[in-house]
């Protein structure tokens, strides 16, 4: 495996798992956000909630009063029936009743007497009930209130003969009579407050503890949603002040530790495995793929090897094969040498001949095809000057000047292109001079044509083809060579001829 392929899995892995912790926490942080935002609602609510309750208890206090100075006559039937609304409404409520004013002692005119209780809603004889309340008024600090005709809260109050959970306070109000001169008595309520908060607040305890405590009374709570100890410091997230009447509730929330704590959601810790499995799959399937592609690329470099390496042993076997077929044309022009020294007749010999240069210009097309790298294509130049140099001893007089750019010809135009270039070539060489000629030479031109068309002219400067001599009317082999040769190759021939010289010219396509 290659660092470049160790640091893209490492990358991969870490960007994967990153992004698996970013979704984590985003997951959670919304948990919070909206922890937050349910724990500072149910806050709000609190107080709301409890102001509201006060105020109806506020409210039953006001009418119960109202009620019982306009009634001269009041039974208990009569009073049970006009406050039984506020005893189902009001929640935590022990008792409504009602105490008349009773002075035992002149001695005592301008404070209350001994209050015993009239009547009560419900009508039964449990709790405070037969205690003597001008003792009760006193203990529970509202004495110096009750004078101000306005409703009045007690300090808090433990009910021991309800139970030790009976814990609460209680509301009273001065009664006067409809002219506002005479004290009828007093109007009080009984509440419990574990009752009171846990119906007012029954959607916000499940997120919230609480803790009220009375601004005369801080040893011992109001009420608690947990348990209490005066030794341990309480750091409470809010403190909200909610007046009751003649004193302050103080009261102090704090979020359950569900909407504290890190939510560590489910589905976060689901989408952080999902992630890391995800990107772990991903790493598989990334190292699959190069796996497969690295797997790909030696199974391409071996079939290419093999490929290349067959190549070369068929550009041998065909170098090979070029090389023993110019080798036999070599041996037949040989031949061919030994039966011309044996025959007499001239014409015969100048056929044999002729038919020696023909084998040894494709012979030399052979010889230049194995000499080839590739061993597919023939060099033009180095074949024009090898095709020139063996048949210079024709008449060695005979200069030439070859200009030609690099051309390479496949061999099936090679072929034809070498036997027109002899034909041509060794006709100049043995007819286009004479004696009186000065300086003969031979020029040989290739150009480069659009559409890969190549222009191969041959030109001499001797005497040119005589007036009445029409070479196309001409029944001599060589010319009927060049024009099979030019068919085959569907190549375009044309001359002129004058004094001056002769010039052939030459135009076919390279194959592609």
Known sequence: MSNASIIKYLAIFFGGTLFSVYLFYSINEKYIARNNATVETAITKVELKLAREIEKINLAMEASAVFIANNKNLSSDKF??????????????????????????????????????????????????????????????????????????????????????????????????????????????????????????????????ILILDDADSIVPLYSSFPFSNDLPLNYSEKLNVNAANRLWQIQVYPKIRYTKYPNALESYFVLLLGVLSTLLLIMVVRQKDQYGFDLLNEVRQRTYELEESNKLKENLLREIHHR??????????????????????????????????ISAIALIHQKIYQDVSAKAVDLKGYLVDLINSHKNISPSVKYEIKCPEISIDLDTAVPIALITSELVINAFKH????????????????????????????????????????????????????????????????????????????FQQKG
């Open 80 to 209: 049970a029936d006009i406050t039984s609304p506020f005893v189902e409404d009001l929640y935590g409520i022990m008792k409504l009743g009602w105490a008349p004013k009773s002075i035992t002692d002149p001695a005592q005119s301008g404070r209350f007497g001994t209050f015993m209780i009239a009547f009560t809603n419900p009508s039964d004889t449990s709790g405070i009930i037969g205690q003597n309340l001008a003792e009760l008024i006193m203990d529970s600090g509202i004495e110096n209130t009750l004078g101000s005709k306005k409703i009045s809260y007690s300090m808090p109050l433990d009910f021991s003969k309800r139970g030790p959970e009976f814990r609460g306070f209680i509301s009273m109000m001065l009664v006067v009579d409809t002219l506002g001169r005479n004290q009828k008595g007093i109007v009080f309520g009984e509440f419990q407050m574990r009752e009171l908060i846990e119906r007012t607040l029954d959607f916000e305890l499940p997120i919230l503890d």
């Open 432 to 507: 286009a001079f004479n004696e009186v000629t000065a300086e003969p030479k031979l020029n040989l031109l290739v150009q480069n044509l659009e559409d890969d068309f190549i222009s191969l002219t041959i030109s001499d400067n001797g005497k040119g083809i005589p007036p009445n001599l029409e070479i196309s009317q001409s029944t001599g082999l060589g010319f009927e060579i060049i024009q099979k040769l030019c068919r085959q190759i569907n190549a375009k021939f044309s001359y002129t001829s004058d004094g001056s010289g002769t010039h052939f010219n030459l135009i």
């Open 325 to 358: 077929v110019k080798n036999n044309l070599q041996i037949t022009s040989s031949l061919i040498n030994l039966q011309k020294r044996k025959l007499t007749d001239k014409e015969t010999i100048q056929a044999l001949e002729s038919s020696q240069g023909r």
